[in-house]
Nanobody, 114 residues
Framework: VQFVESGGGLVQPGGSLRLSCAASGFTFSRYDMTWYRQVPGKERELVAAITSIGGVTNYGDSVKGRFTISRDNAKNTVYLQMNSLKPEDTAVYYC????????WGQGTLVTVPS
């Protein structure tokens, strides 16, 4: 089982990034998926979630209206489009299953300077 997150980087406030997470080792299309983020010294925070066929999405209050989660079950990949980025969005972003969480990937670092 593996999650490979990519797409992070340094972006100025107000900018955009699109994160990708390629999953393998399980039947991706059967599982709800989630993006999380973590700042060193703080707990991991749920950012966005999407149901197995993509019909329902949920977002953390801090990202509602700015971030969009989507998925491509043919590519076993979940995405996070991040717009209007703020310094407080700076974190390492991870994906995982919504329920029955598996081992974490390396994550991808997003840095938005103040």
């Amino acid at each position: 089982v593996q999650f490979v997150e990519s797409g992070g980087g340094l972006v100025q406030p107000g900018g955009s990034l699109r994160l990708s997470c390629a999953a393998s080792g399980f039947t991706f299309s059967r599982y709800d998926m989630t993006w999380y983020r973590q700042v060193p010294g703080k707990e991991r925070e749920l950012v966005a979630a999407i149901t197995s066929i993509g019909g329902v999405t949920n977002y953390g209050d801090s990202v509602k209206g700015r971030f969009t989660i989507s998925r491509d079950n043919a590519k076993n990949t979940v995405y996070l489009q991040m717009n209007s980025l703020k310094p407080e969005d700076t974190a390492v972003y991870y994906c995982n299953r919504r329920w029955s969480i598996l081992s974490w990937g390396q994550g991808t670092l997003v840095t938005v300077p103040s």
